[in-house]
């Protein structure tokens, strides 16, 4: 009996510290050497915001890239999120935003389609509280069967 109940124990303890671990690998440490997270306002400004293809149909758009202006004086990490209202449109990869002018490529979020006549978009880091300043209002707006940004 006294087998049984250690394994029992055994396992029960395995599968509670992998429910525990992190799935995201957002929400791991950074690694050492790494810059720190991005936090307080995100002092940047988003200058320009493409979608590829552009013209595009309704669930054609595979990437965005955004150029995004950092004032912060050294780099720090965070992701960036493209948000469509509340929406995910599209999601980077965690890294580092580097100070100055800079281009980033995320990946459109799974499941999002152009269906609106139009879609404006704003830009999340990570860790930061608030919208990225954008230059102007970014919106897709159909034309015929397709969207462009444009």
């Known amino acids: 009996m006294r087998r049984a109940e250690r394994a029992f ?3 029960l303890v395995g599968a ?8 995201d690998a957002i929400s791991q440490p950074p690694r050492p ?7 307080g306002r995100p002092q940047a400004k988003l200058d320009a915001l493409e979608m590829m293809p552009d013209p ?27 948000l469509d209202g509340s929406q995910p449109a599209g999601r980077g ?14 990946q459109t979020h799974p499941g999002f ?7 404006c978009f704003r830009v999340q880091m990570d860790g930061t509280t ?16 397709s969207w462009s940004l444009k």
């Open 9 to 11: 124990v055994t396992g």
């Open 16 to 23: 509670l510290a992998l429910a525990s671990a992190p799935f």
């Open 33 to 39: 050497g790494a810059p720190p997270p991005c936090s």
């Open 56 to 82: 595009t149909e309704a669930s054609g758009v595979s990437a965005w890239t955004l150029t995004l202006t950092s004032s912060r004086s050294a780099e720090c990490l965070s992701l960036l999120v493209l």
């Open 93 to 106: 990869v965690r890294g580092p935003i580097k100070p100055g002018q800079n281009k980033y490529t995320l």
């Open 113 to 119: 389609k152009l269906e609106r006549p139009q879609h």
């Open 130 to 145: 608030g919208d990225v300043d954008a230059a102007k209002r970014f919106c897709a707006t159909q034309k015929g069967p």
